[in-house]
């Protein structure tokens, strides 16, 4: 049983950037590709970006694209979500979740991950 613990979010002015961090507990991280997801007031959780076990990456969400970075470190059990160029349509919980799978699989389907955290806010206000 792994555990996900995101943090980094708060309020951010608009055109602000924030970089939200997930920990995972447990010695099989390198074992699971990582999305991250953000669930926006009113609407469904949407994937944003998906980083396999060796560190390639897909886009989930053209919304986000060239302004939104993932990353991992397998040795410290982390994955990172840099965001720039934040706008308030960027306001949202958002997730990290884990999927087991193959070495340089980069799928991460909302319905069928693994495990999930509990989630960050992220405000984009002025």
């Known amino acids: 049983q792994l555990q996900v613990v995101e943090s980094g979010g708060g309020s951010v002015q608009p055109g602000g950037s924030l970089r939200l961090s997930c920990v995972v507990s447990?010695?099989?991280?390198?074992?699971?590709?990582l999305g991250w997801f953000r669930q926006a007031p009113g609407k469904d959780r949407a994937g944003l970006l998906c980083?396999?076990?060796?560190?390639?990456?897909?886009d989930s969400s053209g919304s986000v694209k060239g302004r939104f970075t993932i990353s991992r470190n397998n040795a410290n059990n982390t994955a990172w979500l840099q965001m720039n160029s934040l706008g308030p349509e960027d306001t949202a919980v958002y997730y990290c979740?884990?999927?087991?799978?193959?070495?340089?699989?980069?799928?991460?389907?909302?319905?069928?991950?693994?495990?999930w955290g509990k989630g960050t806010l992220v405000t984009v206000s002025s």
């Open positions: 980083i396999g076990s060796d560190g390639r990456v897909r």
């Open positions: 447990g010695n099989t991280f390198d074992r699971y590709a």
């Open positions: 979740a884990l999927r087991r799978t193959n070495v340089g699989t980069t799928y991460c389907p909302r319905n069928d991950m693994d495990y």
